[in-house]
């Protein structure tokens, strides 16, 4: 086994690794950051405790918040969710030069991490930079990213499912030329829709349960945040950005009223192009931005987005379980406005990678997902800068990557498997499930365009290319199933030049 050299640690993670006590400001926590005007936005991150009225009626719930202030950018790079307690939607541009200023106003250690972005390592929220109550962590990156919907999110150790299921998340919505320039839906027709499943006790207490398999498994839907909301929508197009924020619930999402999903993006923005599913499965972690045309449809019209019925492969528990069906969002069409979108047929191309020209096709590097009295990858549980031989990426080669779940192994269940670091492509997805349960989700999947997430169902292969480029050092990988994470289905890549 290896251990990130000690030289390539700052010496804050060292410390906080080593579990000394200290303050991030007293150890000069901002020595290293960008000088005021090398940075183009400068956001001050809050992560606090809050009181909230989430339900209508009784008790308000005690939850966590990330607050956001302004301190340097475009106006509106901050954007609040009126009457929500999750994290405002950061609304960042491809080229940037952006610094969070992580400030811990908890009672316990955390750590933001960028869920999407291609940041360097210490700006990817490793739990080694957590951060001690009261400390501060200055987060610097470009964004590297094209335009899409990515996000942000607790990253402690152990701690994850609990500190996000509390509130710690928000969306990050990445703009550039090309998205501006399809004539999309936009503005308050380009909308974040994070789904959170949740489950209050008696006193509108946030209950968290983590069941050794399925994970924690909520009976009400937030979206962004709050619950039985109606969103008021006009006779226009709207592009929704669906974000699963759940700890472990899977959606399989589809309109009430039989239209398909039309699918203009992915986790790592648009598609080449609008893709229709009659359903899609979305697991946590994933995005998937779909373009809606309500422009005919009669004032008074209501639309709901369901999670319809599937079977997941594997045993369950929690309540609803796992492939239960449920609703999830309404949407009142309740103004008559002239705002007709066009949704071009082409939206953004992207270069087909192929697997004979990875380095290593024919042999590719594998993930085994099983469980062995704890959920593991090829084997292993997480270990916080630990990594083994066939967890060195060299950078900027094009490499075949492959997550099995397969059925062998005994218990399964399905897995989202996300990495840090940049997107990359599925080349193939293969069953060895021969039963009629797998046409529940089989229609579900949006293979196409750029990941980070995929979710892998029980019995499945799924064959990817990487290529990793710009930075050097541990980025994580894991099942974004939290329970699963927390439990210790994450482990570290070494990447090197
Ligand atoms: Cu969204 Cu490592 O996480
Ligand atoms: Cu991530
Ligand atoms: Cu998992």
């Not at 400390?135 to 402690?156: D, I, P, R």
């Not at 919505?173 to 829709?193: T, Y």
Request: glycine share 10%.
């Amino acid at each position: 086994m290896k251990r990130l050299d000690s030289n390539d640690l700052s010496r804050r993670s060292l410390l906080r690794w080593g579990g000394a006590g200290f303050s991030a400001l007293a150890l000069g926590g901002f020595a290293r950051v960008m000088a005021a005007d090398k940075v183009d936005v400068h956001i001050r991150l809050f992560a606090s405790p809050a009181t909230v009225q989430i339900l209508g009626s009784g008790n308000p719930t005690d939850v966590y918040q990330f607050t956001a202030r302004l301190i340097k950018g475009p106006k509106g790079t901050i954007q609040q969710i009126p009457g929500s307690h999750i994290g405002p939607t950061l609304h960042l541009r491809t080229g940037q030069r952006v610094r969070i200023e992580f400030v811990n106003n908890l009672a316990e250690v955390t750590v933001v991490h960028f869920h999407g972005l291609h940041v360097p390592m210490a700006a990817d929220g490793h739990p080694i930079n957590s951060v001690d109550p009261g400390g501060v962590y200055n987060h610097e990156f470009t964004v590297l990213n094209q335009a899409g919907t990515y996000w942000y999110h607790a990253h402690t150790d152990m701690r994850t499912g609990f500190q996000v299921y509390r509130g710690l998340y928000g969306m990050i919505v990445v703009h550039d030329s090309v998205d501006d320039s399809l004539g999309l839906p936009r503005g308050l027709c380009d909308v974040p829709v994070v789904i959170q499943d949740v489950r209050f006790n008696g006193f509108n207490w946030l209950v968290h349960s983590t069941g050794s398999q399925t994970g924690h498994l909520g009976d009400k839907i937030l979206i962004n945040g709050k619950y039985a909301t109606t969103f008021s929508a006009a006779t226009r197009c709207y592009r929704f950005r669906l974000l699963n924020g759940s700890n472990s619930r899977i959606y399989k999402l589809a309109w009430d009223n039989g239209m398909p999903m039309t699918v203009i993006g992915t986790d790592g923005g648009l598609l080449p192009h609008p893709i229709e599913k009659p359903y899609l499965m979305l697991s946590p972690g994933e995005r998937r931005d779909v373009y809606v045309d309500f422009s005919d449809m009669p004032k008074g019209t209501v639309v709901k987005l369901l999670s319809l019925a599937y079977e997941h492969g594997g045993p369950g528990s929690g309540f609803p379980i796992q492939g239960s069906p449920m609703e999830l969002w309404r949407i009142s069409i309740d103004r008559l406005e002239d705002g007709y979108a066009n949704l071009p047929s082409t939206l953004r191309p992207m270069p087909q990678w192929d697997k004979a020209s990875a380095v290593n096709n024919g042999n590719s590097r594998v993930f085994a997902l099983e469980y062995m009295g704890g959920w593991s990858i090829n084997g292993r549980m997480f270990e916080l800068t630990g990594y083994e031989e066939d967890e060195i990426v060299v950078l900027n080669q094009l490499e075949l990557w492959e997550i099995r779940n397969d059925l062998a192994t005994g218990t399964v269940q399905p897995h989202p498997i996300h990495f840090h670091g940049p997107q990359f492509q599925i080349a193939s997805r293969i069953t060895e499930v021969d039963d009629p349960w797998y046409d529940t989700i089989r229609d579900g999947y949006v293979d196409e365009g750029w990941h980070d997430t995929i979710l892998a169902f029980p019995g499945e292969r799924i064959e990817f290319l990487t290529k990793w480029t710009h930075f050097t050092g541990l980025f994580l990988y894991h099942c974004h199933n939290l329970e699963h994470e927390d439990m210790g289905m994450m482990r570290n890549l070494f990447v090197r030049p």
